[in-house]
């Protein structure tokens, strides 16, 4: 069977009260909506993934009920590398851990789709998002944003530029271009101390890469507790 699309959710029920505004019944609850919101938007012959990174165990509970809704669950926390950065912390680049540790897996069974969307848990989709099938052999963005970084950063890292990450999709065509690819984010985020975002724009952007306006994604920054609808810097 090939799905419309493949949704791959990145996860942490629970991290550490320092790195968050929201308890991990809040952090649930938001991941809840994450799954209903592509249930609304998304194409409807999709399946999904929650790619679940935390740096410890989340309620078996929480992660059945998850199931029940027909979202498949990837436990990133149970390899040791990925439990103990997470456990450190290590929020530049956990995300693609989390997410080269799946492909490994994914890799060896893979399901067939037209497209493959990266969603971070606790956002939405929205009334914006577009299943973006017309983006043939292409990454979709929002569109890149200039570096916050000091310009001296920039410069050791050739890192000027970053794509928000929340949301992004691309062509299942691209999926051995971007495993390969993490490996060169992650390298970089240890090389240089940037983060996933930093690191994303650096290994990606020769790519063929479409960067819109709008890619359809809301919700709350954790850190900061703020809402967002689309634009986060």
Same mark, same amino acid.
């Given at each position: 069977?090939?799905?419309?699309?493949?949704?791959?959710?990145?996860?942490?029920?629970?991290?550490?009260?320092?790195?968050?505004?929201?308890?991990?019944?809040?952090?649930?609850?938001?991941?809840?909506?994450?799954?209903?919101?592509?249930?609304?938007?998304?194409?409807?012959?999709?399946?999904?993934?929650?790619?679940?990174?935390?740096?410890?165990?989340?309620?078996?509970?929480? $992660?059945?009920?998850?199931?029940?809704?027909?979202?498949?669950?990837?436990?990133?926390?149970?390899?040791?590398?990925?439990?103990?950065?997470?456990?450190?912390?290590?929020?530049?680049?956990?995300?693609?851990?989390? $997410?080269?540790? +799946?492909?490994?897996?994914?890799?060896?069974?893979?399901?067939?789709?037209?497209?493959?969307?990266?969603?971070?848990?606790?956002?939405?989709?929205?009334?914006?998002?577009?299943?973006?099938?017309?983006?043939?052999?292409?990454?979709?963005?929002?569109?890149?944003?200039?570096?916050?970084?000091?310009?001296?950063?920039?410069?050791?890292?050739?890192?000027?530029?970053?794509?928000?990450?929340?949301?992004?999709?691309?062509?299942?065509?691209?999926?051995?271009?971007?495993?390969?690819?993490?490996?060169?984010?992650?390298?970089?985020?240890?090389?240089?101390?940037?983060?996933?975002?930093?690191?994303?724009?650096?290994?990606?952007?020769?790519?063929?890469?479409?960067?819109?306006?709008?890619?359809?994604?809301?919700? +709350?920054?954790?850190?900061?507790?703020?809402?967002?609808?689309?634009?986060?810097?």
């Amino acid at each position: 069977m090939t799905y419309d699309g493949i949704f791959l959710i990145t996860s942490a029920l629970r991290t550490a009260d320092h790195l968050t505004k929201y308890n991990k019944e809040e952090r649930y609850n938001q991941t809840i909506k994450t799954i209903e919101s592509i249930k609304k938007y998304g194409p409807s012959n999709s399946t999904m993934y929650l790619i679940e990174g935390s740096a410890e165990n989340p309620d078996e509970d929480k $992660l059945k009920n998850i199931e029940s809704m027909g979202v498949h669950i990837f436990k990133a926390y149970e390899h040791p590398d990925v439990r103990n950065y997470a456990m450190q912390g290590a929020k530049i680049f956990i995300e693609n851990l989390c $997410l080269y540790r +799946f492909f490994e897996w994914f890799m060896k069974n893979p399901v067939k789709a037209k497209r493959i969307y990266k969603i971070s848990g606790r956002y939405e989709l929205n009334e914006n998002f577009k299943p973006g099938f017309e983006y043939k052999d292409s990454f979709v963005f929002l569109k890149s944003f200039d570096s916050w970084m000091p310009i001296e950063n920039q410069e050791f890292a050739d890192a000027k530029k970053f794509y928000e990450t929340r949301l992004y999709h691309m062509d299942y065509s691209l999926l051995n271009t971007y495993v390969n690819n993490l490996v060169c984010m992650i390298d970089a985020s240890l090389k240089y101390n940037i983060n996933v975002e930093h690191s994303m724009y650096k290994c990606l952007n020769d790519q063929n890469v479409i960067e819109l306006d709008k890619i359809g994604i809301s919700g +709350f920054v954790s850190p900061s507790g703020e809402y967002k609808n689309e634009w986060f810097y």
